[in-house]
């Protein structure tokens, strides 16, 4: 697995106080687990609906003011 942040090598690491496994990236030390994960895979879903709507928004306004007599 690649670090997202450095794009170092991921290792997996037990955390024993929680009974859960993460992700440490060897480079940077970044950690990531299914919450962290599932997150950023939510938030990548947000941008991309906000960039589908402002993409909507342009070619309405486009189509808008193709309509305008000259």
């Known amino acids: 697995m690649t670090c997202l942040r450095c794009q170092g090598h991921m290792l997996r690491e037990s955390l024993?106080?929680?009974?859960?496994?993460?992700?440490?990236c060897y480079?940077?030390?970044?950690?990531?687990?299914?919450?962290?994960?599932?997150n950023r895979a939510?938030?990548?879903?947000?941008?991309?609906?906000?960039?589908?709507?402002?993409?909507?928004?342009?070619?309405e306004w486009a189509q808008w003011m193709g309509r305008l007599p000259l």
């Not at 024993?16 to 440490?24: D, I, L, Q, S």
């Not at 480079?27 to 599932?38: H, L, Q």
């Not at 939510?42 to 070619?59: I, P, T």
Request: glycine share 8%; hydrophobic share 45%; with cysteine.
């Open 16 to 24: 024993y106080w929680r009974g859960a496994w993460w992700w440490r």
């Open 27 to 38: 480079a940077c030390g970044d950690r990531v687990d299914g919450v962290i994960f599932r």
């Open 42 to 59: 939510e938030d990548a879903v947000a941008r991309l609906e906000h960039r589908e709507w402002q993409e909507r928004e342009m070619l």
